[in-house]
């Protein structure tokens, strides 16, 4: 949410501007968060794991439309929108050639990141398993 919104702002002129992505985004953020305060209000683990996996059923089936049915139906500053002109495949009218060179390298480096943070737990579970099997590290 924070990157939309340094994005939003050198694109549309504010931070937040009311967009039903915008808007879809944000409510997927507090169902998840909710999540996590349900899992926390519980002591029971046998009941915390049924009834996270229950609510995390409920939230998956509320993300799609939030974020991919109601963004189409209604006017939005994003592309795919009903006024909007490009379309959700990034062609050449969603972005002009200054937000290119900030949207690729992005795309590169958040990339880059998860290959990272990947091989980073990788490396931690092997290195704990070596240390459960009492094998020198």
């Not at 507090?30 to 926390?40: E, K, T």
């Amino acid at each position: 949410m924070s990157t939309g919104a340094i994005w939003a702002n050198y694109q549309w002129g504010s931070p937040w501007s009311g967009d039903p992505k915008q808007n879809g985004a944000a409510i997927a953020i507090l169902i998840y968060l909710a999540y996590f305060v349900l899992r926390g209000s519980m002591q029971d683990d046998e009941k915390k794991m049924r009834i996270g996996a229950v609510y995390n059923i409920f939230a998956f089936f509320m993300l799609f439309p939030t974020l991919w049915v109601l963004p189409r139906l209604t006017e939005s500053l994003h592309p795919g929108g009903e006024g909007s002109e490009g379309n959700p495949g990034l062609n050449g009218k969603d972005m002009d050639m200054n937000m290119r060179t900030v949207f690729y390298p992005a795309v590169i480096g958040w990339t880059l990141l998860g290959v990272w943070i990947s091989t980073l737990k990788v490396r931690y579970q092997v290195l704990n398993e070596k240390q459960l099997n009492n094998e020198s590290i």
